[in-house]
């Protein structure tokens, strides 16, 4: 009704993405702040409500993380819920490194919206597209400002099947060693697709290194809104100076993902990617497929 009042009825959808989500009692709420704010900014959508205040429980949620909040984070970037024992009376005073209390103050303060499962046992989520964003912006602050915005050109690219921009971020991110650290530890595997995941809002079901077809994808993305394609993308490096061990190294990614059949399980629009990084150059190559 708002939408309509004010002109623009086909911002509903909009609005609904970013603003909505809260589960109070037995009402489905929006944001009220957020919500009249965009509306007000001529249906410009933006962290309206976060940027009200500082982010200190999400930071120090984030300063804590270990393989089981990392682990939650990928859950959570994937749209997907996790099971909490909520304190309603917890406040920041009350956290001082205290996991579950860390839990209850984003609860109580709208990072995550609760729906009750049993006692104390809360259902969390990342509740709309304004706070995927408030996640997302905290995250890449780990792993630098820069890679930060390199890694949404990326992901911005491959959902338009934009192959020159993929190759220039990805000159971005290997520039900076960022793909060095998918050599190291889980953890920082971790911390890599819940990036990933954080920067699609929701959109999709991330996974690094994920059981798929008759092997494992090196990134499999497996879209949970019908308006985006599905992603599937094997990453190679090349360890050659040979300028056309690029283009070959990136169809043998391609060829990879075909003749494993990593896109197997997947339904509707699929981009494949074969991607063969090679110093600080970067080759991609593209196949859509309609399953």
Not at 268 to 290: I, M, P, R, S, W
């Amino acid at each position: 009704d708002l939408c309509s009042y004010y002109g623009h009825p086909e911002k509903f959808e909009e609005a609904k993405e970013w603003y909505d989500g809260y589960r109070f009692g037995n009402a489905d709420i929006y944001n009220p702040w957020s919500l009249l704010t965009y509306i007000c900014n001529d249906f410009e959508p933006g962290t309206y409500w976060a940027d009200t205040s500082g982010n200190d429980i999400l930071e120090t949620f984030l300063d804590g993380l270990d393989d089981s909040t990392c682990g939650d984070l990928v859950a959570l970037g994937n749209g997907k819920t996790v099971s909490k024992q909520i304190y309603p009376s917890v406040s920041m005073r009350d956290v001082d490194g205290d996991l579950d209390a860390v839990y209850s103050v984003m609860a109580v303060t709208g990072y995550l919206n609760a729906v009750t499962e049993a006692d104390d046992i809360c259902s969390l989520s990342i509740p709309n597209r304004e706070l995927y964003k408030v996640f997302y912006e905290n995250v890449t602050r780990l792993l630098k400002m820069d890679v930060g915005v390199a890694m949404k050109r990326f992901l911005g690219s491959m959902e338009r099947k934009d192959v020159p921009k993929m190759e220039e971020s990805l000159f971005m991110l290997f520039s900076k060693n960022f793909f060095d650290i998918l050599l190291k530890d889980e953890g920082d595997y971790r911390l890599v697709l819940a990036t990933i995941a954080l920067g699609r809002g929701g959109r999709y079901d991330v996974g690094i290194e994920r059981e798929a077809g008759n092997g494992r994808a090196d990134i499999i993305m497996r879209r949970n809104d019908p308006r985006y394609p599905n992603i599937v993308v094997e990453l190679k490096k090349s360890r050659s100076d040979d300028p056309g061990d690029l283009e070959k190294m990136a169809e043998e990614g391609l060829r990879q993902i075909r003749t494993r059949e990593y896109y197997r399980s997947l339904k509707g629009k699929t981009y494949l990617y074969g991607v063969c990084l090679q110093n600080k150059k970067a080759k991609v190559l593209f196949e859509e497929l309609d399953l």
